[in-house]
């Protein structure tokens, strides 16, 4: 079965113009995404993999190589789960 992935519901979010403003109360820690990063947090709603999160990919994400685009959003997913802003369920 494909993990999951979900946001930390601890985390609370503003928008900051373009990009995305996050607060991690435990770690008293703010983050900005940009749009890119914000896509992928707003899409860890518990319900997808990282599969059904590219299929949904805006065609704005999709001017570059469809390979590099999943390379990259793999990583940035990684990195949200390191950070403790997502998590795999």
């Known amino acids: ?3 999951l992935y979900r946001r930390n519901p601890k985390v609370e979010e503003s928008p900051l113009q373009s ?3 996050l607060f991690d109360p ?8 940009n749009p890119t ?5 707003r899409n860890c709603d518990g ?9 949904s990919v805006p065609d ?3 001017e570059a190589d469809p390979q590099r685009v999943a390379a990259e959003m793999k990583a ?5 789960v390191s950070l403790g802003l997502v998590a795999r369920s």
Not at 26 to 33: A, G, T, W
Not at 47 to 55: F, I, R, T
């Open 1 to 3: 079965m494909p993990e």
């Open 76 to 80: 940035a997913l990684g990195e949200l």
């Open 37 to 41: 990063m914000a896509y992928l947090w």
């Open 26 to 33: 435990v770690k008293s820690q703010f983050f900005v995404l």
């Open 47 to 55: 319900e997808k993999n990282l599969d059904a999160v590219l299929q």
């Open 60 to 62: 704005e994400f999709c």
């Open 19 to 21: 990009d995305l403003m």
